[in-house]
């Protein structure tokens, strides 16, 4: 560590999700992320799932109310530097999250619009779509969908080529906030063939963020994984661009590393601690 990053103050950041008991995804995926990251990581609860590496056979939603306790209680004690918004899985806790992130004003805040699950399970109730794209998109400092979710929020097909995400990316933007902090990844992992380029777009600018496809079935939480890396990582960066490449890069180290680690017998998840973990036992 150089003495640069030993004196750099070390960000609170938060994660609003859902629980997967698996670890792969939501708020325990995250909070590794954040970690493995040099983020302090919170985290509130705001649904609950019954969920292993191949299906999700139950969800449970947490009382909008209790949501709302959980985020004032945090805020009223801790000083958070970025959130990072997952699942939430229906209207009224959208509502709240909104409503209460509008109120504390947490200068960074990273949606991902999650909808579905890798297994294919519905994450989001389908009403829920509009309270989520008129209430928390104005908010979000970035959003990262994936080309489903692109497609559900601007109410289209999903898309299936870089140059269609390129207008994406202008249609979600212009749903956003309209100053130049505001950021929109569009995830190409849903394109055909091997590729899968991100567009990562503020209004003006449009970037392109190559990729592979890595021969693995451990993707289990890579887009919780990804968006949690960005909110770790804008804090202690200096652009926004600079913070999502690396998150990138962290995170096709850790889907690179997955097959290391044996959970499951389904969509595994990715390693989030590749490099922290010596694979020797402490002394």
Known sequence: MSQAQASRPIPNTLTIAG??????????????????????ACAVVAA???????AVTDISPVN???????????????????????????TGVIEVVADRL?????????????????????????????????????LATMITPNLPEAGVLLEMRSVETVREMRRVAERLRNL??????????VKGGHLPGNDTIDILHDGDQMIELP?????????????????S?????????????????????Y??????????LRVGQGHGPVHHFHQLWSGKPLQ
């Open 19 to 40: 629980m997967d008991p698996s670890g792969g995804a939501g708020i325990l995926a995250d909070v590794k992320a954040m970690s493995a990251l040099g983020a302090y």
């Open 48 to 54: 609950l799932t019954a969920q292993n590496t191949q």
């Open 64 to 90: 909008p109310s209790f949501v709302r306790a959980q985020i004032d209680t945090l805020f009223a004690d801790v000083t958070i530097h970025a959130v990072k918004i997952g699942m939430l899985g229906q």
């Open 102 to 138: 509008g109120h504390f004003k947490p200068e960074h805040v990273v949606l991902d619009p999650v909808m579905v699950a890798k297994s294919g399970d519905l994450l989001l109730e389908q009403k829920a779509v509009g309270a989520l794209r008129e209430q928390l998109l104005p």
């Open 176 to 185: 956003m906030t309209h100053d130049g902090h505001r950021w929109v990844l």
């Open 211 to 227: 990729g592979h496809r890595i021969p693995t079935r451990n993707t289990h939480g890579t887009g919780c994984t990804l968006s």
């Open 229 to 249: 890396a960005i909110a770790a990582l804008i804090p202690q960066t200096t652009s926004i661009p600079e913070a999502t490449k690396t998150a990138k890069n």
């Open 251 to 260: 995170l096709v180290q850790a889907i690179l590393h997955a097959d290391a």
